[in-house]
């Protein structure tokens, strides 16, 4: 049965890292809409002009951008037997859109549809998103505290340089949080009240939040 997952969470709960393994076991795509806007605002089109002004300061890219982005990466051919996606919804309207978007692609067809709440105290994530670095070349996420590189500014797996994102500073990471709590959060409710929400304690190392993961959505 094909399966569709998603996953909600505070910015920097880990959610990228663990969703990307998933991806690789599963064999699904990593639907990410972080980077698909990061990709846009990297190829110089309008809409990613405007999605850099939103991203700049933390608030959400406007939902029909996002809608049309994603709608037409999840009908491509690679995402017919599941896919993963990453950072949508991130609001009532957006949950509202995946639910016309995926009556479109689905049609009556059964569909494994999960959502998972990656559940973290927040205080820490501040400082995590501040210390995140990335890899230019194969998108492998370290933290200078809790997983730095062996050498310097370089990927243990590729060798590529490490970047950090430009919203990835303190004020910026500020606004997120505002962001998730007002427009993300009751997503929460919205998924358990449909019964497909499973949550994780997402405080942990990479291993045992993975072996809480794996439990919820295999
Ligand atoms: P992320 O990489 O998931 O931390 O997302 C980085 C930024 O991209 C967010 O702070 C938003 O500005 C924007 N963004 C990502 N996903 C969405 C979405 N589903 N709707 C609107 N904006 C988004």
Not at 140 to 148: A, R
């Amino acid at each position: 049965m094909k399966k569709e997952l998603i996953f909600l969470g505070p910015p920097a709960c880990g959610k990228g890292t663990q969703t990307n393994k998933l991806a690789q076991y599963f064999g699904f795509p990593h639907v990410d809409t972080g980077s698909l806007l990061r990709a846009e605002i990297a190829s110089g089109s309008e809409n990613g002009k405007i999605a850099k002004q939103f991203i700049d300061k933390g608030q959400l890219v406007p939902v029909k951008l996002v809608g049309d982005i994603i709608k037409n990466r999840l009908m491509q051919e690679d995402c017919q037997q599941g896919f993963i996606l990453d950072g949508f919804p991130r609001s009532m309207e957006q949950a509202e859109m995946l639910e016309e978007i995926r009556k479109e692609i689905d049609k009556d067809n059964q569909v494994d549809f999960r959502a998972t709440y990656f559940d973290i105290d927040t205080d820490v994530l501040v400082l995590r998103i501040v210390n995140r670095r990335s890899c230019s070349e194969c998108g492998e996420i370290y933290n200078l505290k809790f997983k730095s590189p062996k050498i310097e500014g370089k990927c243990d797996i590729c060798g590529g340089d490490l970047t950090q994102r430009k919203d990835d500073n303190e004020e910026t990471a500020k606004a997120r949080f505002e962001t998730y709590f007002r427009e993300t959060a009751p997503l929460i409710d919205y998924y358990k009240n449909k019964n497909v929400l499973s949550s994780i304690n997402a405080d942990g190392s990479i291993e045992e939040v993975w072996n809480r993961l794996l439990k919820v959505v295999e």
